[in-house]
């Protein structure tokens, strides 16, 4: 098993020994691709495409850091691989996406996040949801410089630079709905699950909540990314549970797997009410579990009511992909996702792979069971982590076991 | 079609119930009629039911103009959100339309409030049956003293075994870390107990939570409880209210421990 990425063993390796067991340094690759951003900025100003990305960070709230990301020296099409989910899902490896996030220069303007209206003057925010990439200019207050960071917490991202002025030099092009819903007085909820039916992508809707776009106009304001990417997941999640509260039951239990990112997926849907339960079991040594022995594990159960316990982005994420499909198949279950991430994962690339991945594992054809027990004892062989530590953590697992209805003591 | 008014204590009251049943489900169905105003329906989990009935008694006015009970189904959030407005309210008015579109609640006194809740009029909605058992532990005991168990029981498990044996009952909980709570009633000594029937030894496992969510409410408008239950049959829990209400809550057993 590879060892923990600490800051002594990094210093010993220089990035050439892999002590830490990775095939490429993630500190060296990161330095790499800033080194080639780098050699693109000839002077403070910056030109590129962007593909499109926008980033506002949480940091200072309500003063808020809005980054419009460029690939610096990069046009057109060619621009869209930088910041693509959709495109990157099973063709490019962290290795790749780390590379690709690390090639965006973000220029950076700090904002209140009551004031959308200087993003939309300079068409900001509206590039950002632009369907193809859209030319842009960023005038940053001085060259950024590319520097070795050693942290075990290598974040894949690029250059970041303040700029004095970001200019948009091309049309965005947006789709009518989202033209006319940006100009509408209309609550946020309901234009999202609107866009989303419209056939508009959810890091669309993401770009466009985060970039103060949509909304009631009293309440639109900026939203940091990391929120707009969970009340995206949680608008489209309680939209299609609600529209599922009354249809019947799937009839036998279904298992499903899938794998992405160093990341291992198990979705397990019974008969049963909806309901649902999330399982993350970091390995150890792993990014968020490398000074423990044992994995770390969290778990987070969703009721009846659709009440959890806390709110997490990686479970939204992976409950809009799991009640999609119930919507879509016009069915309720008991929904049991498990995650388990590899030491190999050393880098968190944000939660897009986990609905993807959980969204595509559900269109592959399922595993069939008898009974919940069986489906556990066979599928629970697809992690490393022993079934009997997923097995002793499960809620809801114990409940199940133990529920009778109330309809059993009813005669009809 | 329906009107019934109620005075400002059975106001508070009222909302008591409604709370109950915005916890068992998101959607309120009441059969209305000439003869009550009736909630009867499960969790979605169904695992428990409640059983409620306010009879023309209950209200200082009622009328209902059918020949029919029409089932009549609205959001519970909404309901108890607009009847805790009304708390302060001297009076209540509960109305059904005659388009049936809505369900109102609404005041004049102390100045006019008006709440208009959209409906769903299903009448192709069949009203549940309610478990008929032979229960082998009758025992009649003070609310209170039924929620103070719960309450000790749920600082360590979600779970509570109910064992009556003799003249005893007892609430025992445990926990996987080796916690273990038990509050234990013996009849005649103990005066929170006003009866106690006892066939055979008789044990059951119940859930904390969806008990407590009623208990907790309805303790405070009835001071005495009648609790039924058997070997893992489920708990049939009765109130005595005042005259006009009826309350009673099912819950299903679990098959562990």
């Known amino acids: ?412 | 079609m329906f009107r019934a008014v109620m005075d400002k204590e059975k106001i508070k009251r009222w909302i008591k119930f409604m709370t109950t049943i915005e916890k068992l489900t998101d959607e309120a169905c009441f059969w209305i009629s000439g003869e009550a105003l009736h909630f009867r329906d499960m969790d979605a989990a169904r695992i428990s039911m409640i059983d409620f009935k306010l009879e023309p008694e209950y209200f200082i006015e009622y009328s209902f103009e059918g020949e029919e009970e029409i089932p009549v189904c609205m959001q519970s959030k909404k309901l108890l959100e607009f009847s805790k407005l009304m708390r302060n309210s001297e009076e209540m008015e509960i109305i059904l339309e005659e388009g049936m579109t809505h369900f109102v609640l609404s005041t004049k006194v102390p100045y006019e409030k008006y709440f208009a809740i959209p409906i769903a009029v299903d009448r192709e909605r069949s009203k549940p049956g309610t478990p008929e058992l032979e229960y082998t532990a009758k025992i009649k005991m003070v609310s209170a003293s039924l929620k103070d168990a719960l309450n000790e029981a749920k600082t360590i498990s979600d779970r509570l075994t109910f064992i009556a044996e003799g003249n005893t009952i007892t609430f025992l909980s445990k926990n996987d870390e080796g916690f273990q709570v038990r509050h234990r009633l013996v009849y005649p000594d103990n005066l929170e107990v006003l009866d106690i029937k006892v066939e055979e030894k008789s044990v059951a496992v119940y859930m904390v939570k969806p008990l407590l969510d009623v208990v907790k409410e309805i303790a405070s408008l009835s001071r005495i409880a009648q609790i039924n239950f058997g070997n893992s049959l489920p708990l049939d829990l009765k109130f005595e209210l005042v005259e006009g209400e009826y309350y009673e809550y099912f819950l299903a057993p679990r098959t562990e421990e």
């Open chain 1, 1 to 412: 098993m590879p060892k923990a990425t600490s800051n002594s063993l990094c210093i010993r390796c220089k990035g050439y020994r892999r002590l830490c067991g990775l095939n490429t340094c993630p500190i060296l690759e990161r330095t790499r691709s800033h080194f080639r951003v780098y050699h693109h900025i000839k002077s403070e100003s910056v030109d590129g495409s962007t593909p499109p990305s926008l980033l506002v960070g949480e940091y200072g709230y309500p003063k808020v850091r809005v980054m419009l990301n460029i690939p610096p020296a990069v046009y057109g099409d060619e621009a869209k691989i930088y910041d693509d989910p959709l495109l990157w899902w099973g063709r490019y490896s962290l290795d790749d996406i780390i590379r690709f996030r690390s090639r965006l220069l973000a220029s950076v303007v700090r904002l209140d996040i009551h004031d959308p209206w200087k993003l939309y003057e300079k068409e900001i925010n509206i590039s950002a949801v632009s369907l193809e990439p859209v030319d842009s200019e960023a005038r940053l207050r001085k060259k950024p410089r590319p520097h070795l960071r050693f942290n075990a917490f290598t974040k894949p991202v690029g250059l970041l630079a303040e700029a004095e002025d970001i200019r948009v030099t091309s049309t965005p092009r947006i789709g009518w709905l989202l033209e006319k819903r940006i100009h509408d007085d209309v609550k946020v909820a309901d234009v999202v699950v609107e866009l989303y039916e419209g056939g508009y992508d959810i890091y669309t809707l993401i770009h466009a909540l985060s970039g103060g776009l949509l909304g009631t106009f009293r309440n639109r304001k900026i939203v940091p990314t990391r929120w707009a990417i969970t009340a995206v997941d949680s608008i489209l999640g309680s939209y299609f549970r609600k529209k599922i509260r009354k249809a019947p039951y799937i009839s036998d239990t279904l298992a499903y797997t899938g794998e992405y990112l160093e990341n291992r997926f198990l979705v397990i849907l019974t008969p049963g009410p909806l309901e649902l339960e999330w399982i993350e079991a970091w390995h150890p040594r792993s990014l968020w579990g490398y000074k423990s022995k044992m994995p770390s594990i969290s778990v987070l159960t969703e009721d009846v009511r659709g009440r959890y316990e806390y709110m997490d982005g990686g479970y939204m994420a992976a409950r809009l992909a799991v009640l999609e499909y119930l919507y879509n198949v016009n069915r309720q279950a008991t929904v049991f996702i498990y995650r388990e991430i590899k030491p190999t994962y050393y880098a968190p690339v944000g939660n897009w792979h986990i609905r993807e991945t959980v969204k595509r594992m559900l269109r592959g054809r399922p595993r069939k069971y008898d009974g919940l027990i069986e489906a556990f004892k066979h599928e629970l062989k697809f992690f490393d982590i022993p079934g009997s530590i997923w097995l002793s953590h499960s809620k809801l697992l114990r409940d199940i076991r133990g529920r009778r209805s109330i309809l059993d003591f009813i005669s009809r």
